[in-house]
């Protein structure tokens, strides 16, 4: 069925525009894709800022910008651009709304040129205060209550919370991967939590994706992992915002999985 790409309304978690602005910023002035761009605010943000941007979003009439095409799209389907096109794809709060993470990956790692930049933001379901109310309620805080499917704007709920193992598998599969991770700013239990449970979360997760994983190439590509997984940004942010890029391009990373060293909340 149709699914549709309407974010978020900025003023829900404020913030997270700025922190996205932030990784946006530093990045060469070149074309953009803005998907599910809403009413425009990133958009006309980024063509201010000298970027080429296009929007795409279900509903384009809600796109205030003039000066910017804003092509419609259904995620669902296969996007109405060309492969290689742009030099930057940006996300904001959209894959939590779409039914098929993989294909949502998989397309923007299609549209998005070689050497290029994928921005993804999403709220962060691998923070210890997310893990800790699946546990006790069986529900990702992302989305704590069952939704009413009868609604008719059932897609603006976060109908499919991203879990960081999926996020990294649908890019990999692609031969992209993560080279950074941010966030807008610190969950304030995750923080509490985080001197008391870090030392389990850590032996746990080095004990299976190290001890337990006997292919040695596989193995270090895990310990790749490793240090996202335990960064202070996914163990501890509202929101996660992950730079992805193909496997073969230049980076200041050399091609490693990192983190910031200046994560702070926005």
């Given at each position: 069925?149709?699914?549709?790409?309407?974010?978020?309304?900025?003023?829900?978690?404020?913030?997270?525009?700025?922190?996205?602005?932030?990784?946006?910023?530093?990045?060469?002035?070149?074309?953009?894709?803005?998907?599910?761009?809403?009413?425009?605010?990133?958009?006309?943000?980024?063509?201010?800022?000298g970027f080429w941007v296009t929007a795409m979003d279900a509903v384009p009439k809600f796109f205030r910008p003039r000066d910017i095409r804003c092509l419609p799209c259904d995620l669902g389907q296969r996007w109405p651009v060309e492969d290689n096109q742009f030099d930057i794809v940006v996300s904001i709060e959209v894959i939590e709304h779409v039914e098929n993470h993989y294909h949502f990956l998989r397309e923007c790692c299609r549209v998005v040129k070689p050497n290029g930049y994928i921005v993804i933001n999403t709220p962060n379901c691998h923070s210890l205060q997310s893990r800790l109310n699946y546990f006790l309620t069986g529900f990702d805080d992302c989305a704590p209550r069952p939704i009413d499917h009868e609604r008719p704007d059932m897609y603006m709920a976060h109908i499919h919370p991203l879990p960081f193992p999926t996020m990294e598998l649908g890019l990999r599969a692609s031969e992209f991967q993560i080279q950074h991770v941010t966030y807008n700013r610190r969950r304030r239990i995750s923080t509490l939590l985080l001197p008391l449970l870090y030392p389990w979360v850590w032996w746990r997760s080095y004990r299976q994706l190290i001890l337990r994983e006997h292919q040695p190439e596989l193995r270090q590509r895990n310990r790749q992992l490793l240090k996202l997984m335990l960064s202070p940004a996914l163990l501890t942010g509202r929101v996660a915002i992950y730079t992805c890029r193909h496997r073969s391009a230049e980076s200041d990373a050399g091609g490693t999985l990192s983190t910031p060293d200046d994560l702070r909340a926005a």
């Open positions: 069925g149709s699914e549709m790409c309407i974010r978020d309304s900025p003023l829900a978690m404020p913030g997270i525009h700025e922190a996205v602005k932030k990784v946006v910023e530093p990045l060469p002035r070149n074309s953009l894709l803005d998907v599910g761009a809403g009413e425009g605010a990133f958009s006309q943000w980024a063509a201010d800022s």
